[in-house]
C-alpha cells in the first residue's frame, strides 16, 4: 500500500509481514522460545487505564522533554537493532537521518551493518546519539572501541547486560540462511551460522561480566554508563548505588530470557523504591519493549520513566518504506502524542504523573 494509507505502527509491521525478504523478517521480528515475554510486553500496556482531567486548557502541547540532558522533540528514542541492512540497504542510516528530521535519539547499535563511523558521519552536528555496546571479552578492544565513542560524541554509553548469550530465536534459527554479517564484529570462518544470525554474530560477548566490572568502565570513559536489559528492581538499585546514570528496564525485546516480566510492571514496582532511597535524583529510568502507541509512551512516562525506547517498528518502517517510512513513523507518534495529550489534559511531559493512570489491574491496589 501507499504511504498514506498507513495510519499506526502495527500498519507498518502488516506491510513488513507481507513484503520484506523472510531471512530478514524472521530475525527482526522473532521473539525468544514460545514468545510469550514478546507478547506480554506490549500487552501489559494494555492492562492500564487513564484517569483523566478535564477542564484544563489544552490549546498548546509541548511534547520536548531532556534525556542524559540532550533536548528532545518527543519523549521517545530509536533503540538499538543490530543488522539494519537485512531490512535496508542503507541499514542504520535510514534511522540516523530520520531522527535528525524528527529531533529525536538513536541508539547505535554495536553490531550495526554499517560502520559505527559511517552512522556517525551520517548525522547532523547537533543531533544526538548514544552508543549500545556489547562488551567483548577482550578488555582492550572494548575499550578501543568505548574511547572512539567518546570521541567521536556519543552522549551515553548504553551497556547490554541481559545476553551473555543469546537467547533461542527459532523462526530466526529456521531461516538460517543469512548472507550480510560478514563484516559485522565477531564474524570469523569458524562462526557456526546454522543457528540463525543472532547466534552467528554474538560469540564475542563476555559472559563473565559482573557489578565489580563498573568501575573499570568508569575508568575508561566520561560518557554516561546506562545499564541496558536490567529486569528487576534489585538490579536497578544497585546500579544507581554504584553510580550508574540510569538503567533501561528491558527485556530485549522478548528476545533473551522467556518469562522475564514485561518491564512496565518492574517499572511501577521500581520508582517507589527510587525515590524511599533517595536514589531518584541523577538517576535516569528508561524502558523499552512493546511499545506501539502514544498512549503507551504516555503511561510509561506517567509512571516515572525518562524516555522511551522503540525497536522494531522502526525496523519495520525502515524496510518498508525507507526514510519516508520512519520519518512517518515518528510524525504518527509524535501526533498521537499531541492528541492523547490533550485529551488526558496535559500541556507538557513534566505534568505527567501516577495520578493519571489506573495500575490496578497489575498491582490489585
Ligand atoms: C534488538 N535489541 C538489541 N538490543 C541490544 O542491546 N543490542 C542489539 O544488538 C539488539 N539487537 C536487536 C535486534 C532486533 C532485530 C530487535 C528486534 C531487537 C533489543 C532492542 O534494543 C530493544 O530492547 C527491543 O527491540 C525493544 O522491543 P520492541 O520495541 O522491539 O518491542
Redesign the pocket.
Same mark, same amino acid.
Given at each position: 500500500p501507499d504511504l498514506s494509507q498507513i495510519y499506526n505502527l502495527n500498519d507498518f509491521e502488516f506491510v513488513a509481514r507481507h513484503t520484506m525478504e523472510h531471512t530478514a523478517w524472521a $530475525?527482526?521480528?522473532s521473539g525468544c522460545d514460545d514468545e510469550i515475554t514478546?507478547r506480554e510486553?506490549?500487552l501489559s500496556y494494555h492492562r492500564i487505564f487513564f484517569k483523566p482531567r478535564v477542564m484544563v486548557d489544552v490549546t498548546n502541547i509541548d511534547l520536548s522533554t531532556t534525556m542524559l540532558g540532550a533536548k528532545v522533540a518527543s519523549p521517545f528514542y530509536i !533503540?538499538? !537493532?543490530?543488522?539494519g541492512r537485512l531490512g535496508h540497504p542503507d541499514g542504520e542510516k535510514v534511522l540516523t537521518r530520520s531522527a535528525a528530521k524528527q529531533g529525536i535519539i538513536q541508539?547505535i @547499535? !554495536?553490531?550495526a551493518s554499517c560502520s559505527f563511523d559511517e552512522i556517525v558521519d551520517e548525522a547532523t552536528d547537533k543531533q544526538t546519539q548514544w552508543f549500545?555496546l $556489547?562488551v567483548n571479552s577482550d578488555r582492550e578492544i572494548c575499550k578501543e572501541i568505548i574511547e572512539h565513542a567518546e570521541e567521536r560524541g556519543m552522549k551515553g554509553l548504553?551497556i !547490554?547486560v541481559d545476553?551473555p548469550q543469546l537467547g533461542r530465536r527459532e523462526k530466526d534459527m529456521r531461516s538460517k540462511q543469512i548472507e550480510d554479517i560478514s563484516h559485522v564484529q565477531g564474524d570469523d570462518a569458524d562462526v557456526d551460522r546454522s543457528q540463525g544470525a543472532a547466534r552467528a554474530i554474538s560469540s564475542f560477548i563476555d559472559t563473565s561480566l559482573k557489578w565489580d566490572d563498573l568501575k573499570w568502565f568508569k575508568s575508561v570513559t566520561k560518557m554516561p554508563i546506562i545499564l541496558? +536489559?536490567v529486569q528487576c528492581v534489585e538490579d536497578a538499585i544497585i546500579a544507581a548505588k554504584l553510580g550508574c546514570q540510569g538503567v *533501561?528496564l528491558?527485556?530485549? +525485546?522478548? &528476545?533473551q530470557l522467556e518469562f522475564s516480566r514485561p518491564p512496565l510492571e518492574v517499572l511501577i514496582e521500581l520508582m517507589p523504591v527510587l525515590r524511599q532511597q533517595g536514589l531518584d535524583k541523577n538517576f535516569e529510568v528508561y524502558i523499552? +519493549? %512493546? *511499545?506501539r502507541r502514544a498512549t503507551d509512551i504516555l503511561k510509561a512516562m506517567c509512571l516515572g520513566a525518562k524516555g522511551v +525506547?522503540? %525497536? &522494531? @517498528?522502526f525496523?519495520y518502517a525502515m524496510s518498508t518504506y525507507g526514510d519516508e517510512g520512519v520519518t512517518k513513523a515518528i510524525q504518527i507518534l509524535k501526533d498521537e502524542m499531541v492528541m492523547n495529550m490533550r485529551l488526558l489534559g496535559v500541556t507538557s511531559i513534566d505534568q505527567l504523573n501516577e495520578s493519571y493512570v489506573d495500575v490496578r489491574n497489575i498491582t490489585n491496589r
Open positions: $530475525y527482526y521480528s514478546l510486553n506490549h !533503540t538499538a !537493532t543490530a543488522l541508539m @547499535p !554495536t553490531l549500545q $556489547y548504553f !547490554t545476553a541496558k +536489559g *533501561v528491558s527485556n530485549h +525485546g522478548g &528476545r523499552d +519493549g %512493546g *511499545v +525506547g522503540i %525497536g &522494531r @517498528p525496523l
